[in-house]
């Protein structure tokens, strides 16, 4: 067999398919650098679909993102329901923009009622960029797959200082607790991330924490602290 033969065929339908998809990607970044580039501070709040309105994590997060509106961020979810709806309905009711990054899947995502501006995605690729590129700080509720990978993105961005060091509050320390440990115990111990970067989040318990987490790293920023006026 020559090195040609080894080559596959290209499917020029399967080419154009993929080519447009670059450029619905590129369509999602341009909307959402022209929509959120101006809107600052921003905290950014993860958490699951799953949980329903009666839950103490839904009146949780959402008692945070109305500290937070009322303190000045505006409030940045995913945009479904559970805890995402959570967060865009404590902003929605406070001064500051609720605002929702939604994504088309096949399953539990809907658009909640709660949403200043609310932005539609095909890609989370996309997605995750704009969840990342304004936050001032990202508070991190309970949550699954969805959830974890958005912190793990966001810890190894900060870890490798491809973005600046932000706060990142993990909220319910008996939800995260198991996971922490996981990381001291195999992570740490065994070299795959070093010790201090266990430091790179908090752990907190109620709406008070939270906002003095925020505060706190920023205390003595006076950009950030005129723009919260």
């Known amino acids: 067999m020559t090195q040609k033969d080894k080559i596959p065929n290209i499917d020029t339908s399967e080419l154009a398919v993929e080519s447009w998809k670059v ?12 929509r959120l580039s101006k809107i600052s501070p921003s905290v950014t709040i993860f958490g699951s679909a799953r949980i329903d309105k009666d839950h103490r994590y839904y009146k949780l997060t959402e008692e ?5 509106s009322a303190s000045g961020f505006a409030i940045v979810s995913g945009g479904g329901p559970g805890l995402m709806e959570a967060a865009n309905k404590g902003a929605y009711d406070e001064k500051s923009l609720s605002i929702g990054l939604n994504i088309q899947l096949p399953h539990e995502q809907s658009g909640n009622s709660y949403q200043d501006i609310s932005l539609n995605f095909r ?107």
């Open 123 to 229: 890609h989370f690729f996309s997605r995750k960029v704009m969840f990342v590129k304004y936050a001032s700080a990202y508070v991190v509720m309970p949550g699954g797959f969805g959830t974890l990978d958005e912190l793990a993105e966001i810890l190894t961005l900060v870890q490798t200082q491809k973005e600046k060091k932000v706060p990142i509050v993990l909220v319910v320390s008996q939800f995260w607790s198991g996971l922490i440990d996981w990381f001291k115990e195999n992570l740490v111990s065994e070299g795959m991330i070093d010790k201090d970067d266990i430091n790179l989040f908090r752990i907190a318990d109620n709406a008070d924490e939270v906002v003095k987490i925020i505060f706190d790293h920023y205390d003595g920023n006076s950009s950030l602290s005129s723009s919260l006026l």
């Open 23 to 34: 450029f619905q990607i590129m369509a999602e970044f341009v909307e959402g650098f022209e």
């Open 64 to 68: 945070i993102a109305n500290k937070l």
